[in-house]
């Protein structure tokens, strides 16, 4: 991977300008993803300002923050849906400094319910900032979205938020990212002070101080004092100052041989090599700050710009062709265009947006563009840069973009979107299955059909809501990740679909699995005087890893059964996976192996060996010892030690294993894994037992076979109320 550093300084052209506005070296596209409530918001607001992009600062508690423009965000103080803004900063040190940059920014939601929009933001960004309370330090969506950033290889550095909040403490803070995310995590910039002191931060890679004053002249803080470092803090900073540099030589030889020789290292020198280990996924930066009180967010930037990758530092994007075999897809203007759509949006202006990231060529308005899932072109009407809810019209997006497209219909997320004359499929982002369901009826017959449009758009939009209806009671189920998404749902049916609709009691959405193995056969042979049906095929099942999913392999040879008839015993296979024979609910985690069978020379047909294959499937897994699976739940509980045997008392009620206890600064931090049926409510629980003063979050862990004592219960009321997802 080649690095790129730019040492020519120029300034971005106006954004829709007829050639691209500027080179790759100076974009940079970035994702801020943390857990809820560490500031992630605020930070994006502080950055638009510093960056020009708006001109009176938006808050969170007055509801008037940018990235937070829908009416269910601003009153509820939380980020819902991500949104894409783009905007310019000059840095102000470093091997781009002076140069205007591009830099395209997603503000992703911290709340776990919303987890679908962290996934497929990763997906596309080069780059991420991740932001810690420093308070709270690392948290459990703090681990889930670093997993997140893990999986798509997205390099990042970490903004220690808050730092002027009582108890805040930034050291510990990079410890806990050492020990509880495995990263190599070392101080860019240590803390003057913390709490009601923190006024400044030490620069390690310049050794000099930045000194905030709240200054009359200055009331945003645009301007700090530059100056020597403070005495009392000068060994620290030689110490850890070291300790970076030995974190980055270790993917620096330059560094590494000027280290072990003892040679002085200069600055332009550790900044490089801290960008290589960076977009090496090698090394992590943090910087301490408190985006409320304005303090550190420029430094964040310069970081950004000078230590995130661009479009160029990530080159290559592997795909795959119509035959499996690898396609790569350049950070190439000239190539043929390759882009992704990975978000869905209906605007109330200007209809249906599809959100796409460019990774090769250009899109331009007008342009057809083949879509290898339907295999269909459509035709782009219009092009859009976005400012969140702010759009900029521009005529052509270049590899490295990311912009919204107008005009394309039949388009999910995931699709790859592409020239007709390349054969390619990007990787789309991957996402959780629902875990609560509940029944939804409209209140009036007008309001039908409205919701039937509604539940369609929503669902295009949503990757992790689905909505189905009920074939043994009629009824219209939507299943979600958790009961606020699900109210946000109805809510937005209310307000942007003007559809009134009564829910029914949240349902868990239980699975089904196999614990032995069996074989069993499927036939499937009908007479009716002309032509028959005939389908006969041999089904062997075994559990699966756990978490590995469905895995059906064609073990047939000799032809018992033809290869015109395998797909169809594959998909009857699926099919019957959807219901299975203890109560009805999906099947996860087996492996079916067809293994023999038969056919006829004149009766056989694909729907009969689809019908065999269900059969088959239905009858082995009788005999596999089927169990069922309940969603469990990682519950993270902060309450103050005076009330820890209450809240510990009260998880183990509900079934909960308590896995871990860590005291911190006078506050119990309780980890525990508890069933989702048991949790419903929890909320007003929890401030019950605790008067107010615990707070807890809750994430979807993995699944576990259903105690025996439940399960007859929960066979019987499945009848009555399903929760089938």
């Not at 310069?302 to 119509?322: A, E, H």
């Not at 959100?355 to 007008?366: H, I, S």
């Not at 083949?370 to 976005?386: D, F, H, I, Q």
């Not at 009969?608 to 088959?616: T, V, W």
Request: glycine letters at 8%; one cysteine or more.
């Amino acid at each position: 991977m080649s690095i790129s550093i730019v040492t020519e300084k120029a300034q971005l052209s106006p954004l829709n300008a007829a050639k691209r506005p500027a080179p790759m070296e100076w974009t940079r596209n970035i994702g801020i993803a943390a857990h809820i409530d560490a500031g992630k918001t605020t930070c994006s607001e502080r950055i638009l300002y510093y960056t020009g992009a708006v001109h009176k600062m938006g808050e969170v508690h007055e509801g008037t923050t940018v990235t937070d423009w829908m009416e269910q965000e601003r009153e509820r103080g939380i980020t819902i849906t991500a949104a894409a803004i783009s905007c310019a900063w000059v840095p102000s040190m470093g091997p781009f400094q002076g140069i205007k940059t591009r830099i395209n920014i997603i503000d992703t939601p911290g709340h776990v319910d919303f987890t679908a929009e962290v996934e497929r933001s990763l997906r596309v960004l080069d780059g991420c900032v991740a932001v810690f309370c420093a308070v709270g330090r690392v948290q459990p969506q703090s681990e889930t979205v670093w997993r997140q950033a893990n999986k798509y290889r997205v390099p990042r550095i970490a903004f220690v938020n808050k730092m002027d909040r009582v108890g805040a403490n930034f050291l510990a803070c990079v410890e806990e990212m050492r020990k509880k995310l495995n990263a190599n995590a070392h101080p860019l910039y240590l803390p003057i002070g913390a709490e009601e002191n923190f006024s400044g931060l030490v620069d390690l890679v310049q050794m000099k101080a930045y000194i905030f004053e709240d200054k009359a002249e200055d009331p945003l803080g645009l301007h700090p004092r530059i100056e020597e470092i403070p005495a009392n803090m000068a060994a620290d900073a030689k110490r850890y100052r070291d300790a970076l540099i030995e974190a980055v030589a270790d993917s620096d030889d330059v560094i590494a041989e000027k280290y072990l020789g003892g040679q002085e290292i200069t600055v332009q020198e550790l900044m490089v090599g801290i960008r290589k280990a960076t977009v090496a996924l090698k090394f992590t930066g943090v910087i301490p700050g408190s985006a409320f009180k304005k303090k550190g967010v420029q430094r964040l930037l310069d970081c950004v710009v000078n230590y995130l990758p661009n479009p160029l530092d990530i080159g290559q994007t592997r795909g795959q062709d119509s035959e499996a075999a690898e396609v790569i897809a350049k950070a190439d203007d000239s190539g043929k265009t390759v882009g992704l759509a990975f978000k869905l949006w209906s605007d109330p202006y200007v209809g249906r947006l599809v959100f796409v990231r460019v990774y090769q060529g250009q899109l331009k308005k007008g342009q057809s563009l083949y879509n290898p899932r339907t295999r269909r072109s459509e035709r782009v009407s219009r092009l859009l840069l976005m400012r969140a809810m702010d759009k900029e019209e521009i005529d052509t997006a270049y590899a490295g973009d990311i912009c919204a497209v107008i005009g394309v219909k039949d388009v999910i997320t995931g699709d790859t979107l592409c020239d007709e004359d390349i054969d390619i499929r990007l990787e789309p982002p991957s996402f959780p299955e629902p875990v609560i369901s509940m029944s939804i009826e409209p209140k009036s017959k007008a309001d039908q059909e409205k919701m039937g449009n509604a539940l369609a758009r929503l669902s295009a939009e949503d990757p992790t809501f689905r909505t189905f209806t009920d074939p043994d009671t009629g009824q219209c189920i939507i299943a979600g990740m958790g009961e606020l998404h699900l109210e946000i749902i109805r809510d937005r049916m209310f307000r942007e679909f003007k559809v009134e609709a009564d829910a029914g009691k949240p349902q868990i959405a239980y699975r089904e699995s196999i614990t032995g193995k069996a074989e069993a056969e499927g036939k499937f042979i009908r007479q009716s005087g002309g032509r028959g049906q005939y389908g006969h095929c041999v089904i062997k099942v075994e559990p699966n890893v756990k978490g590995k999913g469905i895995e059906i392999v064609n073990e047939i040879v000799g032809g018992a059964i033809p290869k015109e008839y395998i797909k169809p015993v594959i998909e009857g296979i699926n099919e019957a996976a959807n219901n299975g024979t203890v109560a009805g609910y999906p099947v996860i985690d087996f492996i079916a192996r067809i293994v023999d069978g038969s056919f006829h020379e004149v009766d056989s047909s694909e729907l009969a060996f689809k019908m065999a294959g269900i059969f088959g499937f239905k009858e082995a897994m009788r005999q596999a010892k089927p169990i069922m699976l309940e969603p469990i739940m990682k519950v993270e509980v902060t309450v103050p030690e005076e009330y820890q045997g209450e809240i510990m008392g009260d998880i183990n009620r509900r079934r909960g294993q308590i896995q871990g206890m860590e005291n911190r600064d006078g506050a119990c931090i309780i980890t525990a894994h508890v069933p989702l049926e048991t949790m419903f409510g929890y909320a007003t629980d929890i401030r019950s037992l605790s008067k107010g003063r615990a707070s807890y979050s809750m994430e979807p862990s993995h699944f576990e076979q259903v105690p025996a004592s439940l399960l007859t219960k929960i066979v019987e009321s499945s009848t009555k109320a399903p929760a089938r997802t």
